[in-house]
């Protein structure tokens, strides 16, 4: 979604002959933050992003928040700019207006319980053997859904979350290679939502060979109700190291679960013959260490 609004915020901004220092200016934000909007790193937060179409309706009236949900030819109409369609696009256009049609109609309404700051744990792809954590924020976006950020060092990855009857889909794309990573999570029912367990699929390394990998989403804080606070803090822990210096530290249910077997030999075994995410009795033991009182 970040890459989306990127390309839209750019077109938005040339049409009206308006520089990023500009807007910046007269939205009182640093240059540097709306930069990142538009390399695609990071979407504004909901109140950033309200200032910013307000701002943009005062030079182009009729815009709204809805208009960052279209796709670049139909809101370049909304500048009186015609941008022809080409057949390819016309029909993916159709098909993801299908898709979102079902998402919506199916998508859990109780968003606010996704709503907060977690920490994502599992192997390394590049250094096997090794733990890798990302630190990020989960939250509403203006259009009504859920957007995720997370990141760690110098890398970063966002997108937007579908949560849809039990179970949580999700598209993300990273601040490097700017390639698309596609998570399937089931949500571990709780009185609350503390825990979400799937698959990461993703072209991780330099081929970018097709990858699948188990994840585990940590709840590890709620949101403060102040958008400023909220972003100061997130921005904090995405600065943690992506590698565990101790993989000790991990409870070996967490390190059996996010390693575990699977293949011919491990389902002859009794095991899974691919690599699975089923709600097991592992997962109730791996929320009873991260709940306990420290």
Known sequence: ??????????????ALSMSRGRLAHELGVDKSLVGRWASGAVMPSAHNLERLTHLLAEKQ????????DRDLPDFASQF??????SPAESSSRSLSSQLLDV???????????????????????????RFCQQHGIIRRDAGGGLQFELGA??????????PVEGQLFAIASDSVRHVPSF??????????????????????????????????FQRIGDLSGDVAADDAHVTEL???????????????????????DFGPVAASNGGDMMLSATLTPRLSQILSLMTRPK
């Open 1 to 14: 979604m970040s890459y989306h609004f990127a390309e839209l915020l750019n077109f938005g901004l040339k």
């Open 61 to 68: 009236p009729g815009l709204t928040l809805l208009d960052w």
């Open 80 to 85: 009186g700019v015609e941008i022809a369609r």
């Open 103 to 129: 998402v919506r109609s199916a998508v859990d309404s109780q968003l606010d319980a996704y709503e907060g700051f977690w920490r994502t744990t599992h192997a390394s792809v590049f250094e096997p053997g």
């Open 153 to 162: 060092d110098s890398i970063r990855y966002g997108g937007a979350m579908f």
């Open 183 to 216: 998570l399937i999570l089931n949500v571990v029912p709780m009185p609350r939502i503390v825990l979400l367990d799937g698959l990461l699929i993703a072209a991780s390394n330099s081929l970018r060979i097709p990858t699948a990998y188990s994840i585990l």
């Open 238 to 260: 995405m600065e943690r190291p992506e590698f565990l210096d101790d993989d000790s530290v991990l409870p070996e249910v967490v390190r059996n679960h996010l390693l575990r």
